[in-house]
C-alpha cells in the first residue's frame, strides 16, 4: 500500500488518508484529510472577531440599502402570497392591495407570528403552495371577524334567508 508523510503532523499514512489535490505532483495534497480539517478550524476561530468585525461595518455603512431590500423582498412576497389566493378579499370581493391581510383560518395567528416573522410565513405559505389554513381578507373584515361574524357574512345570511322565506 502506498504510503505519503503529512506535512502537518509528520506521520506516515496511506494515501487515502489525504485529499486530491491537481496542483501537487503528487496530485494530493500536502496535509493527510484530518490535519487539513484541524487547520482550517484554528484558521476559522482565529479570524471569526475580523469576519464579524467586517460585517457590522458592512451592515453599517448598507443599513438604507438593506432597508430597501428587505422591504422590496417583503413586498414580492405578500404579491405572491394575495396572487396566490386569488388576489381579493374571500368575504367582500376587495381588491385594492393595500388593504389585504393574511387570514390564518384556525385562528393560530398569535401562536405562529410568536415562532416566525411575517415574512418567513409568506416564504412558507409560498413553499407549502397555498395551504388552505390561509385566506386572504381585507382589513374591515379580519377586524369585523374578531368580534363575531363580519357584516357581509350577517348580510348574506339574510339574504340567504329571505330566498328561503320566498320560495
Not at 417583503?74 to 367582500?92: A, W
Request: charged share 35%.
Amino acid at each position: 500500500m502506498l504510503k505519503k508523510r503529512c506535512a502537518r503532523c509528520g506521520l506516515m499514512k496511506t494515501i487515502d488518508l489525504f485529499g486530491k489535490d491537481c496542483t501537487t505532483p503528487t496530485g494530493l495534497r500536502v496535509y493527510c484529510r484530518k490535519c487539513a480539517c484541524d487547520k482550517t478550524r484554528e484558521g476559522y476561530k482565529r479570524g471569526r472577531r475580523n469576519r464579524i468585525e467586517s460585517s457590522q461595518r458592512w451592515y453599517r455603512r448598507n443599513a438604507d440599502r438593506i432597508k430597501i431590500m428587505r422591504r422590496d423582498r417583503m413586498y414580492r412576497l405578500r404579491q405572491e402570497v394575495i396572487d396566490g389566493y386569488g388576489g381579493k378579499c374571500t368575504c367582500c370581493g376587495e381588491t385594492e392591495r393595500e388593504f389585504l391581510t393574511v387570514e390564518h383560518l384556525n385562528g393560530d395567528g398569535c401562536k405562529e407570528r410568536k415562532v416566525m416573522h411575517y415574512d418567513q410565513m409568506l416564504q412558507q405559505i409560498i413553499n407549502e403552495e397555498f395551504p388552505s389554513r390561509y385566506t386572504i381578507l381585507c382589513m374591515n373584515c379580519n377586524f369585523a371577524k374578531r368580534r363575531g361574524p363580519c357584516p357581509h357574512e350577517k348580510a348574506r345570511a339574510a339574504l340567504r334567508l329571505a330566498g328561503e322565506v320566498d320560495q
